[in-house]
């Protein structure tokens, strides 16, 4: 393993026996990849791709079938290397009737942290996440949102090298989602590494470094966005303001068009000539306000490999 690397999964695999019956599900089949010191590593796929299963692998909770595995340089389960490492679960659980405080304190115990240290270290993390002013409040009566900020303050109690988060968006509105990416940024600029899955593309898309995305149970890709994302035009968005008669040139096949107070959107196809229908739209009197051209966003990345993925699996 290089000394960058800082997480590593090579094959990993894990089957569970559900029901009465012993039912075999194979929750991971073949999940590979590499975390890097010091960066920002997004972990997605579809439900029921594997994500959590893997994740509890790394922590220690679960032991994979197969596959080998490590934890900033040791084997997983460690507890040097735990001691090092920070995680949120998908679903944390939380005792409703501790304070934000109580837990926090119990949490930073558990990491090894106590006396003066703890209780700066549990302030500041309470200012951190936004909850300075939920103070003395019981667990029981904060909202999933809280909680989750709760859950990741935990997670940075022990002050720890490695930061693993299962769904850390889970619960948050749009500024909460915005302060968690915030403060995956500054863990970054102190040299830790963040390792998280999430549903939210647009989240990935502004913070991670690179990525690996699973799809059942499998690693189909991983690197930096960039070099996973085509960088071919795929088609083109023009905004137009047709005239007072609202004419418009005659739309080619496969064109999508929004009308929205009175300017009117159009998503035009790689294969057309945009040169020519811009000419054209500017003779009938039409105003060009914009033209965007677009290229593969990691949402029609995401479905187009998940689609590939489940269409493999249904042929199996």
Known sequence: MSVESVLTAVGLAKTFHLGFFRKKVQAVKDVSFHVKKGEIFGFLGPNGAGKTTTMKILTGLVFQDRGTASVLGRPVGDLHAKQ?????????????????EEFLDFSGQLAGVAGTVLRKRREELIERVGLGHARGRPLRKFSKG???????????????????????????DPLGRKEVRDLMVA?????????????????????CDRVALVVAGRTVSEGPLASLL?????????????????????????????????????????????????LSAVNAGAHVISVQPRRESLEEYFVQQANKGNAKVAQS
Do not use: C, W
Request: charged content about 20%.
């Open 84 to 100: 090092r490492m920070g995680y949120l679960p998908e679903t944390p659980y939380f005792y409703e009737y501790l304070t934000q």
């Open 146 to 172: 809280m909680l989750q900020r709760v859950g990741i303050a935990q997670a940075l109690m022990g002050d720890p090298d490695l930061v693993i988060l299962d769904e850390p968006m889970t619960g948050l």
């Open 187 to 207: 863990l970054k600029r102190e040299g830790k590494t963040v390792f998280f899955s999430t549903h939210i593309l647009p989240d990935v898309e502004m913070i």
């Open 230 to 278: 085509s960088a071919q035009v795929i088609g083109t968005e023009v905004h137009l303001r047709p005239s007072a008669a609202g004419t418009l040139p005659e739309l080619p096949n496969g064109v999508d068009k929004l009308v929205s107070g009175g300017d009117v959107r159009l998503d035009l196809p790689a294969s057309v000539d945009v040169d020519t229908f811009l």
